[in-house]
């Protein structure tokens, strides 16, 4: 996770500052003319963690699984990730094998089943950051590092994967640096 | 690495998708390339660390091309989800929705119902923005403690996925050293919203996640 920090530091070394404008602020118009907010709308996508759905689950159940509230994840596709997260790495082939967590195939599939993204309110927060776990995620995390690791890495994932050239895409930040400030997220292309 | 092949031959089956997606693009038939495709969501501490920061980003892999032709679609809500106490049921959310060239927000509130069906929290206004437009500065407004943006952005995500589609055909046996970044030089509609972690919590652990809704 050194590349983390290194491109921590680029951040924060291309600090920019953009400008705000005030000059329109928000004062509802009730009546016909104001903008229309009635009816109801209907859930078509959600997401919690990167790469969840892509991943864990089997295509024809992509559509229900991004209409299953999480509540309910887990029990209607605990089962699922668990087959395919095992069909896909042999770092959990045999009876007790886990990531660099401590987690076996189905502990690890059962916290990803309830795809939400967990959030500190106390400090730092990253999908992981070679101490904190799980705390919220950055811009600058390598999350899918993360999870090649644990999909692929057995339990020295961190620091001897069991199959290291699966275990990183070496992709290891962006292609343009973030902003230190709002709205944090580079420019267009 | 026979063994490999093998599992990755089964694997195929399981992540045929993974090719053409990455974090959230694309990810499910019903939703790809439409203007309700969510590609990514993020949470993080702001630069001020009163308060978290809240994105998200729709309609993924967008050329320098056809960025400026992009646009929100009025008839889809983008509503993020925050649970407070630990049984993944929202009891706050943040919704955004476009009104002729303005992004308006409502909330952190309670929502009238939970789960799949919503409506918008009309007495709970927040802020409005104009909605950027390429290649122009960032429109950027700051109400009620809240700061918010919508517009074009560079996709924030990276991954040689493209490689990893080679391993997965049976192509490549492992990632290359350096990689190469899929998403390099691509756009996302992004929503970006710093709220005070005031509105959302105290301390511990709230759990996330975005939706995005179709009115009906």
């Known amino acids: 996770m050194k590349n983390i920090k290194y491109i921590m530091s680029l951040v924060v070394l291309s600090a920019i500052t953009l400008s705000c404008s005030n000059d329109d602020d928000f004062t509802p118009t009730p009546g ?67 990531n660099a967590l401590g987690l076996t195939s189905a502990e690890f599939t059962g916290l990803l089943a309830t795809d939400v993204l967990n959030v500190s309110l106390d400090g730092t927060t990253t999908f992981f950051d070679g101490t904190n776990v799980l705390t919220g995620r950055n811009l600058t995390d390598d999350v899918i590092t993360v999870e090649l690791i644990l999909i692929f890495g057995g339990e020295a994932g961190l620091t001897n994967p069991e199959f290291p050239g699966l275990s990183n895409d070496n992709v290891d930040g962006n292609d343009k640096a973030f902003l230190t400030g709002f709205p944090y997220l580079a420019s267009a292309w | 690495m026979k063994n490999m092949k093998i599992y990755l031959g089964i694997g195929v089956a399981v992540v045929a998708g993974f090719f053409l997606v990455a974090a959230d693009h694309i990810d499910a038939p019903a939703v790809a390339g ?22 998200a980003n729709l309609q993924g892999l967008l050329s320098p091309g056809s960025t400026a032709d992009a646009a929100f679609d009025e008839n889809v ?69 809240m700061t918010f943006f ?45 709220v005070p972690k005031s509105m959302v919590g105290s301390s511990g652990t709230i759990n996330t996640w975005i939706t995005t809704k179709r009115k009906q």
């Open chain 1, 32 to 98: 016909a003319t104001g903008p229309d907010f009635s009816g109801v709308y209907t859930q078509q996508d959600q997401m919690g963690r990167p790469a969840v759905n892509t991943v864990f689950v089997s295509g024809a159940s992509k559509n229900m699984f991004n209409k299953t509230i999480p509540s309910q994840q887990s029990s209607a596709f605990q089962a699922m990730f668990q087959a395919n997260l095992e069909g896909l790495s042999p770092a959990y082939a045999n009876p007790g094998d886990t």
């Open chain 2, 77 to 145: 809500l983008i509503q993020f989800n925050i649970d407070t106490n630990q049984d993944n049921v929202e009891d706050l959310v943040i919704q955004a929705i476009p009104r002729d060239g303005k992004m308006y927000f409502f909330g952190p509130a309670a929502p009238t119902t939970t789960g799949l069906n919503s409506s918008i929290l009309s007495e709970d206004n927040s802020g409005v923005v104009t909605i950027s437009q390429y290649g122009q500065s960032p429109e950027i407004e700051e109400e009620n403690g």
């Open chain 2, 34 to 55: 439409g203007t309700s495709d969510i590609t990514d969501f993020y949470a993080f501490q702001g630069e001020n660390t009163d308060n978290l920061v809240f994105v």
């Open chain 2, 150 to 194: 919508a517009g074009p952005r560079d996709d924030p995500f990276f991954m040689d996925f493209a490689r990893y589609g080679d391993i997965i055909a049976g192509n490549e046996t492992e990632f290359a050293n350096p990689g190469s970044d899929t998403f390099a030089g691509t756009n996302v509609m992004s929503v970006v919203v710093e």
